[in-house]
């Protein structure tokens, strides 16, 4: 067996919390695999959230017109990026795989895991107008989503009051995690951890704990091809490819719908 | 006419940028109509973006396990939030409609922005179990998403290839506003000007200037009344609502989509 390097970009406040706890299981599990393991523990690195022109080092190219892409795109073809970004960098290129382990608030990542993606994921670095989702420069990589909700699971159902889980999920694993090309492992859910007895949250890591074990072999959610899309026009589905779907009850992915019902838990569930 | 207060929060880097033309456009249309404008300038400001024990003066509850959310609605009880959420706070009280105006990065809002939500929101402040949704704190309130975006249109159509434009505006548009209970505006969508001409941008701020000549007075986007999913029963959609529902060949909403297509344009248009 090959020694993977694992990356987890982690984002709580408090080494008590259940994050924490599942991060730490990670860590555990993960070396105990012989794969090599680094964490960026981004609120105790205090990591900076916002993208600005202090993450260039030197003159920016428009200073009337500050563009944070063009701007460090630039700056990293050069060597001028801030030295925490360069050092995410580093890290991410080393990885076989990205654990993101978050606790959910409002829909979506904490800013300060926000803040890691606007500015880790660097134009140029991650992401090129030709080089992205299928033809993604991490299309060798993978990645997952680990994180805790305050919600239980029966309202995030497609008849739930929140809505279903693979609609908010799509645009942070397809827009972020797809888009680079990352082969995006299905999300691990804590559902409402601090509404169960320390027993069941010792269940819920024991399960992850067996996860663990064939995490690095599982395979991905399944995402659209980018060869699928005309860039001629408009990136927009080839008329062979939608007519080939014409027969399927379902629209492709969540996002590519094409006015069908969703397939079901295609951003939860590996091979659906 | 009632003069009301419009509350804009803006994150560009650059007072040169197409977003700080669409911003100043907003204050000086809406200034006309007699509103009072206030510009949170996030930037500018240098807003803290991280959701940390900083943002309490004294002492947390339970140190060994910093829970944000809680510890956050106690400070907020008790008078001491950080003065920056304060100061955000009263603006919110006051504000009739709040405009958000960024760039989309990442299918979302940029991380400061992200960094206002995750903290200007309170526990207690901005929601509570109980008044959340339809029955949100909020709910006199209007908000909106106004944005520029790097894709084209057709890019973000159900058979483009960043997939529906409306499912990445769910999580945001019902998961932070419409949870707060906000009636939530039909987006600003600015498509990819940077690859438009000088020209035609200007003309982007010309139809802009013209909604807002009206939209203080624009029916909101439609979302399910809280009432409709039993409290009960883990907040799923009641059995006689999901009956009536059956004969309708869309589901409720984007999240509510009952394994049907998708409500045409629901995070787009109103009245639909």
Request: proline share 6%; net charge negative.
């Amino acid at each position: 067996m090959t020694s993977k390097t694992v990356l987890i970009v982690y984002a709580h406040q408090s080494a008590g919390s259940f994050n924490a706890a599942v991060k730490d299981a990670a860590v555990d599990e993960l070396k105990k695999q012989g794969c090599r393991v680094i964490v960026s523990d981004l609120y105790d690195m205090n990591f900076k959230t916002t993208a600005t022109e202090d993450d260039i080092t030197g003159a920016v190219m428009n200073p009337n017109h500050f563009c944070y892409g063009n701007e460090t795109m630039l700056a990293w073809q050069e060597g001028r990026l801030a030295s925490d970004i360069v050092d995410e960098h580093k890290k991410l290129k080393e990885a076989d795989l990205v654990i993101f382990q978050f606790p959910m608030y409002w829909f979506s990542v904490p800013a300060i895991m926000k803040g890691w993606m606007d500015r880790v994921l660097t134009l140029g670095f991650a992401y090129t107008l030709e080089k992205c989702y299928s033809e993604g420069i991490f299309r060798d990589k993978k990645a997952m989503l680990s994180f805790t909700t305050g919600s239980h699971e029966t309202m995030f159902s497609s008849n739930g009051i929140n809505g279903d889980m693979n609609v908010t999920l799509w645009p942070i694993q397809n827009g972020v995690l797809n888009y680079c090309g990352f082969q995006v492992l299905a999300p691990q859910i804590f559902w409402a951890p601090t509404h169960l007895s320390p027993e069941a949250r010792e269940g819920l890591l024991e399960s992850w704990r067996t996860r663990l074990q064939g995490l690095l072999n599982e395979a991905p959610l399944t995402f659209p091809p980018a060869d699928i899309f005309d860039k001629g026009k408009g990136f927009q589905l080839k008329p062979e490819v939608r007519e080939k779907q014409a027969d399927s009850p379902f629209g492709l992915t969540v996002g590519q719908h094409l006015e069908k019902p969703l397939p079901p838990q295609s951003q939860m569930k590996a091979g659906v």
